[in-house]
């Protein structure tokens, strides 16, 4: 059915939460039988600015530009983390990942990952007879007891971990598939398990979790896309994945599961900046992934269900954590409440446009106790930081003292109001303190790695030098 682009317009502030939006929101139509269908695709540090909807000339994205278009559009949606591993812990359980001991990314040498006691949308799904499927990188532990299928998923294809990362594999549930991945049709492969998924459990409830290894380094695009935009190989992976995007759409059309189904698309941190052009673009944004500037916590986000989700685009906060009781609540499931939640049920802002209650987000940097940063309404309050120097892996940004930002006039958080509204600075201050303390005590970090034991080679080294 045809519906008309708006957006939910400001009419003012009230206290602890977000601007009032008033629009005009088609009602929803009432649900066939049990709850909607889930398909949640997510990308790997693709930036805010890598998308046409969201300002991108040099990389075409028409099926997510459709996405953007037809559905809602999430311009002040945060991740979890500005790191991988933690930012999908949050999405998939709906709390924040340092109440999980889950600061940094585990390695293929690791031995812990997310505990199986964290309760995941999956399950929560299962419990209401949804099929489950997850399809791509995990990243939350590839030892057996925390893959996804004791995680809720009743399948699961993939690489378990980032794609540069030694020993890549395709996993098929708890096995080795093949030991031999050419990265140039991971894309591929991920979109044909997919469709693959979607055509099996048709004719029944189901969530399917799409988890892209691109646009991450070492990235790839097969033959098709080699060479097919204007941004260089990076923005040739990305068209992929818009590729992708159609196919499900598609799918989801000829199946005529569409009204049915509510599609979200996002990526779990900001760009790679250090990556140059192998590396996404934050658009408008200040910095990128590894820093809780908004580009590495600010993500792309749409929302796409139709007769559902009226066309619009919402700019008022609006998190990543907030999926897991946003689809508990539309498929008529409960969650345990023998744990704290940071997300909030959005089912209202998707159908029905009211704006979300919560305006107040604490931005972790990927270390234990690492709080760097607050949100709360317009407001940004980010504390001193002592500067990064600048790596291989981790772009240079140099040291600054207390920011205060007024998000609304200046995304790119460039002008720092912190001697001209000292009130507004003291009140933020003691506001994120009282937030952070409302958290409690949060667990140690999980142990990522362990260094080797290399005094052999220096044995070596000290022996010849001395014969």
């Not at 099929?131 to 893959?147: P, S």
């Amino acid at each position: 059915m045809k519906m008309n682009r708006m957006k939910y317009i400001p009419l003012g502030l009230i206290a602890l939460s977000f601007s009032v939006f008033s629009c005009q929101i088609q009602q929803p139509a009432p649900l066939s039988g049990a709850g909607p269908n889930f398909v949640f695709i997510l990308t790997d540090d693709l930036g805010y600015g890598d998308l046409g909807c969201f300002g991108a000339t040099d990389i075409a994205t028409p099926h997510l530009d459709r996405m953007a278009a037809e559905g809602l559009k999430l311009s002040a949606h945060y991740t979890a983390s500005p790191v991988c591993s933690p930012s999908r812990a949050g999405l998939l359980t709906g709390r924040n990942p340092q109440r999980m001991g889950i600061h940094g990314v585990f390695f293929p040498d690791s031995y812990t990952g997310m505990s199986p006691d964290e309760v995941t949308i999956a399950e929560v799904l299962k419990e209401k007879g949804y099929a489950t499927g997850c399809v791509g990188k995990w990243h939350l532990g590839h030892r057996e007891k925390f893959l996804p299928l004791n995680q809720g998923f009743d399948s699961y294809y993939g690489i378990p971990y980032s794609n540069d990362m030694q020993t890549v594999v395709y996993l098929q549930d708890n096995e080795v598939d093949s030991f031999q991945v050419n990265q140039a049709y991971t894309t591929r492969v991920y979109t044909e398990k997919a469709l693959d998924f979607i055509d099996s459990h048709q004719d029944e409830p189901f969530f399917l979790y799409l988890a892209h290894n691109m646009p991450h380094v070492p990235i790839y695009a097969s033959p098709d896309f080699q060479g097919s935009s204007e941004r260089g190989l990076y923005g040739d992976v990305v068209q992929e994945i818009d590729w992708s995007v159609g196919q499900i759409m598609a799918k989801l059309e000829a199946l005529g599961l569409a009204e049915n189904t509510l599609l979200v698309f996002s990526s779990d941190n900001g760009p790679w900046l250090v990556m140059e052009d192998h590396g996404g673009s934050a658009g408008p944004l200040r910095e990128g992934k590894q820093y809780t500037f908004e580009g590495g916590m600010r993500v792309p986000t749409l929302a796409w269900w139709p007769g559902h989700i009226a066309p619009a685009e919402y700019a008022g906060m609006s998190l990543q954590m907030d999926w897991f009781p946003t689809f508990a609540t539309l498929a008529g499931a409960d969650i345990p409440q023998d744990r704290p939640y940071d997300g909030e049920d959005i089912s209202g802002l998707l159908t029905e446009g009211k704006p979300r209650s919560g305006d107040r987000y604490l931005y972790f940097d990927a270390k234990a106790e690492g709080l760097e940063a607050y949100r709360e309404g317009d407001w940004k309050l980010k504390l001193p930081f002592a500067g990064f120097a600048g790596s291989a892996w981790k772009k240079a940004v140099p040291a600054h003292d207390t920011l205060l930002i007024n998000l609304k006039s200046d995304i790119g958080e460039q002008d720092n109001l912190a001697d001209h509204e000292p009130e507004k600075l003291r009140q933020m201050t003691q506001n994120m303190e009282a937030a952070r303390a409302a958290m409690g005590t949060l667990p140690p970090s999980l142990h990522l790695r362990s260094p080797a034991d290399n005094s052999h080679y220096e044995y070596l080294k000290q022996k010849h030098q001395n014969d």
